[in-house]
């Protein structure tokens, strides 16, 4: 089936160790995006990719950074993991920007 | 903020009981989207209505737009165990910022 994967499922990084986050999807779609969402809050948008062009939303902290090297795969890098970065990062995708959007299971980042 | 409001924060309902969850926004739109999450799980797209529509339905969904008071409804009929999650609203609004800007969301719970 199509789908969008996300590794890995869970990671634990310590306070300033680097760590990236992969999405890749099946679904050929044009626009790979990146949330950040805390517990019990909405899905907060980091940046969104549609095919090479980078879109970063104006309050994503400089900390975070994304790669998108081809049409499958997205990457989120957190240069400078805080304790305030501990959440849940999903990525999805979409065919064209504001239409339906495919999300993968998500992402659970702990710093300590 | 842009972000949506929904109503209420928390439900609870007997099994075979009818939900009833209302979001309201801010801007003009292009759609309005209804996503489920399961606890710790990425979101699942339900139903998208365009700015045109007034009513749509798609199995014991139904959802309903008033541009007009830029408010929605989602209706779950013959509510199960298996709808207990958290229900979100997203909106593409029609400044051409190719995102969705999601609404605080409804936890939802159906007691068996």
């Known amino acids: 089936d199509a789908m969008v994967i996300q590794n890995p499922r869970y990671q634990v990084t310590q306070f300033g160790k680097p760590v990236t986050l992969s999405c890749s999807q099946t679904?050929?779609?044009?626009?790979m995006y990146w949330y950040q969402q805390k517990s019990s809050q909405a899905p907060k948008l980091l940046f969104h990719?549609?095919?090479?062009?980078?879109?970063n939303e104006a309050d994503t902290p400089d900390n975070f950074q994304s790669r998108r090297p081809n049409t499958s795969f997205c990457f989120l890098d957190i240069r400078s993991p805080g304790l305030g970065d501990a959440a849940m990062y999903l990525c999805?995708?979409?065919?064209?920007?504001?239409?339906?959007?495919?999300f993968g299971p998500g992402t659970r980042l702990t710093v300590t | 903020s842009q972000q949506g409001e929904e109503d209420p924060q928390a439900l609870s309902i007997q099994e075979g009981e009818n939900a009833t969850m209302n979001c309201s926004y801010k801007?003009?739109?292009?759609?309005l989207q209804w996503y489920r999450q399961n606890s710790g799980r990425g979101l699942v797209h339900l139903i998208l209505?365009?700015?045109?529509?007034r009513e749509k339905h798609s199995g014991r969904l139904r959802v309903t737009l008033d541009t007009s008071k830029k408010s929605s409804s989602l209706l779950i009929t013959a509510s199960r165990a298996a709808d207990t999650a958290s229900y979100f609203c997203?909106?593409?609004?029609?400044?051409?910022?190719?995102?969705?800007?999601f609404g605080t969301g409804t936890r939802l719970t159906i007691i068996p």
């Open positions: 679904l050929n779609h044009n626009v």
């Open positions: 209505i365009r700015s045109n529509e």
């Open positions: 999805a995708t979409s065919r064209v920007p504001g239409e339906e959007q495919y």
């Open positions: 801007t003009s739109i292009n759609n």
């Open positions: 997203a909106t593409e609004d029609n400044f051409g910022n190719e995102k969705l800007t």
């Open positions: 990719y549609y095919d090479k062009d980078f879109n």
